[in-house]
């Protein structure tokens, strides 16, 4: 399997890298001071390959905060607002799509 590193980046428009945190799971968004945030109005937008590559390349050595990042499209609204540019990202926003069981 190839390094998400090695792979080719296309960016075709407005994005972040977005992975799982540690130890709860919970969709998190890379920030601009080099942390995490479960608010993806937190994130870093990047434009073009470059930046992502960077960013995703500081996402993959911080293994202790996050896992599986990766690059994912978004859009921003005229007022600013970040959102999910496609169905997974908007899914992965909203949560689990299944009632879980009880705990206790």
Known sequence: MTSPLQQKIKIAGPSIVTANRTW?????????SKGWSAELADAAIVRNSDEAKALLAEAVADDVGAIGPYIAPVQLGDDG?????????????????????AQG
């Open 24 to 32: 709860d799971g919970i969709v998190v968004y890379r920030t601009g």
């Open 81 to 101: 607002k970040i959102e999910p540019g496609n169905l997974r990202e908007q899914i992965r926003k909203a949560g689990v799509t299944i009632e879980l069981p």
